[in-house]
C-alpha cells in the first residue's frame, strides 16, 4: 500500500509530538473563589454554591494543569466531618454506565476501607431539568476510615460529573439520602444536553480468552494518518449526533471477569473482533485496544482476505488521543500497559473540545515501508 498525495501533505506538515502519553499526572491548582458566592466551571456551566445542605465548600482544585479539564469541589461537614469531592472532568468515553462501574470498582477494590458491602444494586436518579434517570449512585458500607462511603455519577455532553461521599457517622441509608439531597442542589445548566436513560454494565457472559503475546507490525504511513484522525472522527460523530437531539447510545461492552493488578477493570465489547477498553484510573482517560477499521479502506479485498486487520492500542486522554504501534493479533491486557509504558506514540491527536483537532505525528513514524 502506498501514501495518497494528501496523506503526504499531511505528513510533511505535521508537528513533533507535543509531550508523552505516559506523563506524570499534573500537579493540583488552586482555584480562588468567593465566600458566600457559587462557583461556575464555565466549560460545562455547571455552578457550585458555597454552601450545600450544612456541607460547606471548603476548597476548589484544578486537575488539569489549568485547562478545567478535570476539576475538584471539596465539601466538608463540620459536625459530622463527613467529606464530599465532586469531580467534572471531560472523558474519552462520556459515559455514565462505563464511568460509574470503574468508580464503583475502585471503592469496591480499596483496601483502605476495610471490608466493603454494597447497599443493594445501583441506584438511577434524575437531576433537575432532566426528564429521563441518567445518573447512577450507590452506597457501601466499610469498615475502616468510616462507616460508609458512597458515588453517584453522571455523563452530560462531554462531561462527567461524580460525587463522591465518606462518612464517619452515616450509615448507608443515610449517606444514599445525603448523596442524593446534595445532588439535586447542585446549579445544573438551564439547558441540558441530550440524556439517555442510565444502565449499569453487566458481567461478560463469555470472557474473551487472551492469547499469546502479539507481534508488532510495520505500518504505512496512510494507516498511521488514518489512525491520527480517529479522535477527530468520533469527537465531531458525538457532536453532530448532539446537535441533532440525539440522545447518546451507551457503549456496548461488559464486564470482564479479569482485572489489572486486582483493581482496574477491563471491558470487553461485544460483538465480532471485539476489543476491549482499560481505564487507566476513574478520571477519564482510556486505553482502547481495537481493530483497525479504517485500515480496511486502504486494503483491496484480496489483501482483506489474507491479511485480517491489524490491532491498534491507543490511549484516549481528557484531551487528546495518543496512538501506539499496531499487532498483528490482540495484544493482551498485560502487554498492552506495557506498551503505553514503554513504546514510543505514533501521533497525538489533540481536540479542542469544539469539533476542530490538531494532529502531532512522530518523525519516527513517517517512514516509507
Known amino acids: 500500500m502506498r501514501i495518497t498525495s494528501l496523506a503526504l501533505t499531511l505528513a510533511l506538515t505535521a508537528f513533533v509530538l507535543a509531550r508523552p502519553a505516559a506523563a506524570q499526572p499534573a500537579a493540583p491548582i488552586g482555584i480562588a473563589t468567593k465566600a458566600n458566592k457559587p462557583w461556575t466551571h464555565k466549560p460545562s456551566a455547571i455552578a457550585f454554591p458555597s454552601a450545600i445542605d450544612g456541607f460547606a465548600r471548603s476548597e476548589v482544585q484544578d486537575l488539569s494543569e489549568g485547562g478545567l479539564l478535570d476539576v ?9 466531618h463527613t467529606h464530599v469531592n465532586i469531580y467534572i472532568y471531560h472523558a474519552a468515553e462520556p459515559s455514565t454506565g462505563l464511568w460509574f462501574d470503574v468508580a464503583a470498582t475502585m471503592i469496591a477494590t480499596n483496601d483502605k476501607f476495610g471490608t466493603v458491602t454494597p447497599q443493594g444494586d445501583p441506584t438511577a436518579f434524575t437531576i433537575p431539568g432532566a426528564s429521563v434517570a441518567a445518573g447512577l449512585r450507590q452506597s457501601f458500607t466499610i469498615t475502616q476510615i468510616g462507616r460508609s462511603s458512597g458515588v453517584a455519577l453522571i455523563a452530560l455532553g462531554d462531561w462527567v460529573v461524580k460525587l463522591r461521599m465518606t462518612s464517619p457517622v452515616h450509615d448507608v441509608v443515610q449517606l444514599d439520602a445525603a448523596m442524593d439531597r446534595l445532588i439535586q442542589q447542585i446549579g445544573w445548566p438551564g439547558t441540558l444536553p441530550p440524556l439517555s436513560a442510565a444502565t449499569t454494565l453487566l458481567p461478560c457472559a463469555q470472557p474473551r480468552r487472551f492469547g499469546p503475546r502479539a507481534s508488532k507490525i510495520m505500518q504505512d504511513n496512510a494507516a498511521t494518518l488514518l489512525g491520527a484522525m480517529m479522535g477527530s472522527m468520533a469527537t465531531e460523530s458525538r457532536q453532530k449526533a448532539r446537535k441533532e437531539g440525539k440522545a447518546p447510545t451507551a457503549p456496548a ?14 471491558y470487553q465489547g461485544e460483538g465480532d473482533n471485539v476489543g476491549y477498553i482499560i481505564p487507566l484510573g476513574d478520571s477519564g482517560v482510556l486505553l482502547d485496544v481495537a481493530q483497525d477499521a479504517l485500515i480496511g479502506l486502504l486494503a483491496t ?3 482483506k482476505a489474507a491479511t485480517p486487520a491489524p490491532w491498534s492500542v491507543t490511549v484516549k486522554k481528557l484531551d487528546r488521543w495518543v496512538q501506539y504501534p499496531s499487532y498483528a493479533i490482540i495484544p493482551p491486557p498485560d502487554q498492552a500497559i506495557e506498551i503505553v509504558q514503554n513504546e514510543a506514540p505514533l501521533s497525538s491527536t489533540i481536540l479542542d473540545g ?6 502531532n ?3 519516527d513514524a513517517m517512514k516509507t515501508n
Open 72 to 80: 475538584s469541589v471539596a465539601y466538608d461537614d463540620p459536625i459530622g
Open 361 to 363: 505525528i512522530s518523525p
Open 301 to 303: 479485498e484480496k489483501d
Open 253 to 266: 461492552l461488559c464486564v470482564h471477569s479479569d482485572r489489572i493488578g486486582g483493581r482496574l477493570p477491563i
Open 354 to 359: 469544539k469539533g476542530g483537532s490538531r494532529i
